[in-house]
């Protein structure tokens, strides 16, 4: 079971990335998928949601920026990053969740800085 992160990046503020997910080893299309992040020196805290159904949740500072998908097909997950300021610096993971099993990827840095 793996989750592969993609899209590490030194972005300027007001800039855009992609970040992607790649699943293996697991039915994808079951699995709750999540982006959460970590900045330094605070506690992991969720990014955004996809459920297995399609529903979809954003923390409140990232709403209108973020825009979280998933490509069942190919067992990805994707979270769009528009207009990125410098507090959304962190390092952000890939999550998937179904029932009690929950799976973690590597982590990949994003750095928002002029």
């Known amino acids: 079971v793996q989750l592969q992160t993609f899209g590490r990046g030194l972005v300027q503020p007001g800039g855009s990335l992609r970040l992607s997910c790649a699943a293996s080893?697991?039915?994808?299309?079951?699995?709750?998928m999540g982006w959460y992040r970590q900045a330094p020196g605070k506690q992991r805290e969720l990014v955004a949601v996809?459920?297995?159904?399609?529903?979809?949740n954003y923390a409140d500072s990232v709403k209108g920026r973020f825009t979280i998908s998933r490509d069942n097909a190919q067992n990805m997950v994707y979270l769009q990053m528009n207009s990125l300021k410098p507090e959304d610096r962190a390092v952000y993971y890939c999550?998937?969740?179904?029932?009690?099993?929950?799976?973690w990827g590597q982590g990949t840095l994003v750095t928002v800085s002029s």
């Open positions: 999550n998937a969740v179904a029932g009690l099993r929950t799976v």
């Open positions: 080893g697991i039915i994808f299309s079951i699995y709750n």
């Open positions: 996809i459920t297995s159904g399609g529903r979809i």
